[in-house]
């Protein structure tokens, strides 16, 4: 059983920078054998992905591409999505997903979720 936690949301200007982060805990795992996605969601809306990281690639939605950056560092167990150039349609709730030995972060396929953390944009 796989625990995630996120964590780094908050209030950020239109433009501005915020990093979040997901910290995987459990027993006896190894987080290089999950893909790690971050997913957005806003009330009434769907959740959707936004970022993702296997062992072999990093991939972004178009809405963030050039925008954001998702990394790992397996030593913390923790997966970060570096988020510049916010916008205002950038609010909501980020989640992060754990899929086992997937080569891609495919909603319908998270094994473990995190509880959420929310971002808001405002001037």
């Known amino acids: 059983q796989l625990q995630l936690v996120e964590s780094g949301g908050g209030s950020v200007q239109p433009g501005g920078s915020l990093r979040l982060s997901c910290t995987a805990s459990?027993?006896?795992?190894?987080?290089?054998?999950?893909?790690i996605g971050w997913f957005h969601q806003t009330p009434g809306k769907r959740r959707e992905e936004v970022s993702c990281?296997?062992?072999?690639?990093?991939r972004h939605a178009a809405s963030v591409r050039g925008r954001f950056s998702i990394s790992r560092d397996s030593a913390k167990n923790t997966v970060y999505l570096q988020m510049d150039n916010v916008k205002p349609e950038d609010r909501g709730v980020y989640y992060c997903?754990?899929?086992?030995?997937?080569?891609?972060?495919?909603?319908?396929?998270?094994?473990?979720w995190g509880q959420g953390t929310e971002v808001t944009v405002s001037s």
């Open positions: 459990g027993s006896g795992f190894n987080l290089d054998d999950y893909a």
């Open positions: 997903g754990a899929l086992w030995r997937a080569r891609a972060c495919v909603i319908t396929s998270v094994d473990y």
């Open positions: 990281i296997t062992n072999t690639d990093t």
